[in-house]
């Protein structure tokens, strides 16, 4: 079977927002998907050993800062790490990633300026398997990911 990488917030079921907070993904193609057994679920942020709930993060130049300037660089490439391992080892078609995240954003992603400003942008998990050659989407792509799983 095909298997797709998700973001665990998205796949639901554990608590591992930043905020302690819960946005599952009740499309009803998402659920099929997981009820197939096809969704390969993954935090990259609790991978790199952040707590939950932590800080808001945000990219800021080559490293990933709090609001209060700690460098949370190496966690966020500890888990960036363990996800494209993930999608190697699961060998999956391509990811669905929750938007806007400093790891799983795959379009935009906050600016850095801790003043609630998006700019066009990807997490540092996301550019880790676009790297090697993952396709990416975010939830609202999902017209676009059943094309591509049909294929
Ligand atoms: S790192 Fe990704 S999977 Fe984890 S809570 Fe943030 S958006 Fe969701």
């Not at 993954?42 to 993060?57: A, H, K, Q, T, Y």
């Not at 379009?107 to 550019?127: P, R, S």
């Amino acid at each position: 079977m095909k298997k797709i990488l998700v973001s665990e917030c998205l796949y639901g079921g554990r608590i591992v927002r930043y905020d302690g907070g819960e946005v599952p993904e009740n499309d009803a193609r998402f659920l099929k998907w997981k009820a197939e057994g096809r969704l390969v679920p993954i935090c990259p942020e609790v991978f790199g050993g952040l707590p939950i709930p932590r800080p808001d993060s945000q990219r800021v130049g080559d490293k990933v800062l709090t609001g209060t300037g700690k460098d949370v660089t190496k966690e966020y490439t500890s888990g960036a790490t363990e996800t494209l391992r993930l999608a190697q080892e699961h060998d999956v078609v391509f990811a669905i990633m929750k938007q806007d995240s400093p790891s799983c954003g795959s379009k935009f992603i906050y600016d850095g300026t801790f003043t609630d400003t998006k700019k066009e942008g990807q997490g540092l998990a996301v550019e880790y398997l676009r790297n090697a050659d993952f396709k990416v989407f975010s939830e609202d792509d999902l017209d676009e990911a059943e094309r591509l799983l049909a294929k």
